[in-house]
């Protein structure tokens, strides 16, 4: 570890133990690792340093295991970069496709999913993403409602909706039984002891009971659909009337799992718009290293992050779908 990280972290046991044990496992990654953390400032450092408390309880005693998985995990992306840049398209185009190369073999899935879970930590979009969850999402509910959260995976998005929501109901959609024992396991490292509902729903066919959820999250899941509009418009019809969604939504982000592409924050938000939400807050999180404008020009990821709402019946003759501007601030909520 540099000087200059070694000093950025020093103060912060969790993140200097897993990119110390990152760096023994990948010293080439230390250039990345100082654009990421070095200069950050303490408030950050420490929010980084709560997520990294939570990242080494759902590994427990495999971080080794989990930065070799993390380096295995960039240099496939890297290789779907390369076919990205070349072609102008991802590499797979369909779920069977994505199924017998990723999800039906359970060797990789198993170090992909270790892989992205230190990725919330190293990457800046992903680690934003998780904070503009709990400061713009989940401030919005403080007295009680019903929550959805489609694929919550890790389940760092329900520890948040648990601990900082007030929600009443916490309700999890996952494609597949093995998904569900996944959660069901990450659930119970981070002692999540809200009840909690976990459902074997495809997103993709519409839900028998209508207006169930007052807050829906779909973080990292419509870019992995053939039919992402599908899946969108389901969950519109879910949410009650004035429920709120939170999308996050990779932008010209090549992986072995992505599936639909969007170029521009332009297209998620007609996207979004298109499928009935009226947009109360858009912000634009590049990868590390890059500006926002940077990440735009040269085709690398960026996550565009919308916070929606569904319009009550006596709010459809407004005209005006407002946007907030990329400083994060809400017009017209």
Same mark, same amino acid.
């Given at each position: 570890?540099?000087?200059? +990280? ?21 010293? =080439?990654?230390?250039?990345? +690792?100082?654009? $990421? !953390? =070095? ?27 989990? #930065?070799?998985?993390?380096? /295995?995990? #960039? ?12 072609? *102008? ?15 039906? @073999? ?15 930590? !190293? ?5 934003? =993403?998780?904070?503009?969850? $709990? ?12 929550? +959805?959260?489609? *694929?919550?995976?890790? *389940?760092? !998005? ?18 597949? $039984? ?6 069901? #396991? ?20 519409? %839900?028998?009971?209508?207006?169930? !959820? ?14 992402? /509009?599908?899946? +969108? ?6 949410? $009650? ?20 592409? /969007? ?6 938000? =007609? ?14 999180? %590049? ?32 005209? @005006? @779908? ?12």
């Amino acid at each position: 570890m540099s000087r200059q +990280l070694f000093e950025s972290v020093a103060e912060f046991p969790c993140l200097s133990q897993i990119i110390q044990s990152q760096l023994r496992e990948w010293p =080439a990654h230390a250039a990345f +690792l100082e654009k $990421r !953390f =070095a200069g950050m400032d303490p408030l950050s450092l420490a929010r980084c340093e709560e997520l990294s408390g939570l990242v080494l309880v759902l590994i427990e005693d495999e971080l080794d295991r989990s #930065c070799a998985d993390y380096h /295995w995990m #960039c240099n496939r992306l890297s290789v779907e970069q390369v076919y990205f840049l070349r072609h *102008g398209s991802y590499r797979l185009k369909t779920f069977d496709a994505v199924h017998q190369q990723l999800y039906g @073999n359970d060797l990789h899935m198993a170090r992909h999913v270790r892989g992205l879970l230190l990725s919330q930590i !190293f990457w800046h979009n992903h680690a934003m =993403a998780i904070e503009l969850f $709990r400061t713009a999402f989940l401030a919005e509910y403080t007295a009680g409602g019903d929550y +959805l959260e489609v *694929g919550p995976g890790h *389940g760092l !998005f329900l520890y948040f909706a648990a601990r900082e929501g007030g929600f009443t109901s916490l309700t999890g959609w996952e494609w597949s $039984r093995a998904s569900i024992e996944a959660t069901q #396991c990450a659930v119970a490292k981070l002692s999540i002891r809200q009840p909690l509902e976990l459902v074997q729903q495809d997103v993709l066919k519409a %839900p028998t009971a209508l207006e169930s !959820f007052d807050a829906v999250v779909i973080s990292e899941v419509l870019e992995h659909l053939e039919t992402p /509009w599908v899946a +969108l418009e389901t969950l519109y019809k879910s949410l $009650r009337p004035r429920g709120r969604i939170f999308i996050n939504i990779p932008i010209n982000s090549p992986a072995p799992d992505h599936l639909y592409l /969007w170029r521009h924050p332009d297209e998620v938000r =007609a996207f979004v718009q298109q499928c009935g939400f009226m947009i109360l807050r858009e912000q634009q999180l %590049p990868m590390t290293g890059y500006t926002v404008e940077q990440a735009i020009t040269g085709h690398f990821t960026l996550s565009s992050v919308i916070i929606g709402e569904k319009r009550a019946a006596t709010d459809l003759n407004r005209d @005006n @779908n407002p946007v907030a501007a990329e400083s994060g601030q809400i017009k017209g909520a």
